[in-house]
């Protein structure tokens, strides 16, 4: 049987019974084991000696605490992340992740509705790891990030997405035409309906699933090879 694509509600269903007992996880776990499978998938298409210098775009949800977990995991293999995070999460466990890229002596771009600094960053980047929007986004895209994405897409810089492209609605895809296209794509848990049409290189990442969800909503889902925590899809 072929591996299920996740509408909105049942990915936001599933990430509901991963905290509870069904899986027992908190979201510090969740977070770290996703953020890990996003920086080895960066690890594995961008070698740090082409592509050394990678700007991690946050966005104020669980998706930029996936990113700023990614960046210490980036900092670790001999990386040079820069965050670029206009509006920080306010839930303390987004400090505390903030806190360990500042214990890395990560750059983070001071927050501001001002791209300059973004610009700036973007001419001295080599990749870009889009962790803005997550499954849960709805459009119209919003001020700082409305500015943000079109210079993101227009620098032609490599970009990696999590999970979602940000921009793309989770079931319907870039029907706006304001997403970005990334090259690289991390489904986390399963791929979403959304993004049955990316036609780049598509990881599978998030090694967290246990046996009793992956049945009880029939997921499918192929086998990790070894210990690695990303799996590359294949048509």
């Known amino acids: 049987m072929s591996m299920k694509y996740l509408t909105a509600k049942l990915a936001q269903q599933i990430d509901e019974e991963l905290m509870n007992q069904a899986g027992a996880f908190s979201i510090d776990q969740l977070m770290e084991l996703a953020g890990l499978a996003c920086a080895q998938a960066l690890a594995r298409v ?7 210098n990678v700007l991690v ?3 104020p949800g669980n998706q930029g605490g996936d990113g700023l ?5 980036l900092g670790m293999f001999g990386y040079t992340p820069t965050i670029f995070m206009p509006k920080p999460g306010s839930k303390d466990i987004y400090q505390r992740l903030k806190s ?13 509705n001002d791209t300059s ?11 870009i790891l889009d962790a803005i929007f997550g499954f849960s986004f709805k459009g119209p895209i919003r001020s700082p990030f409305d500015s943000a994405l079109p210079l993101l897409s227009g620098s032609r810089l490599p970009i990696i997405s999590v999970d979602i492209p940000s921009g793309w609605d989770v079931e319907e895809g870039n029907v706006e035409g304001v997403g970005l296209q990334p090259d690289v794509l991390v489904s986390l848990t399963a791929p979403k309906l959304g993004v049955r049409s990316f036609n780049g290189r598509h990881f599978l990442g998030g090694r967290f699933i246990p046996k009793t969800l992956e049945e ?8 990790y090879p ?3 925590q990303i799996l590359e899809l294949k048509e």
């Open 46 to 52: 961008y070698d740090k000696e082409r592509y050394p």
């Open 57 to 59: 775009c946050c966005g």
């Open 69 to 73: 977990v990614a960046a210490r995991h």
């Open 100 to 112: 360990q890229c500042d214990n890395m002596k990560i750059k983070t771009i001071p927050p501001s």
């Open 117 to 127: 600094a973004l610009r700036d960053a973007l001419s001295s980047s080599n990749v």
């Open 216 to 223: 009880k909503f029939e997921l499918n889902l192929p086998e």
């Open 226 to 228: 070894g210990s690695d």
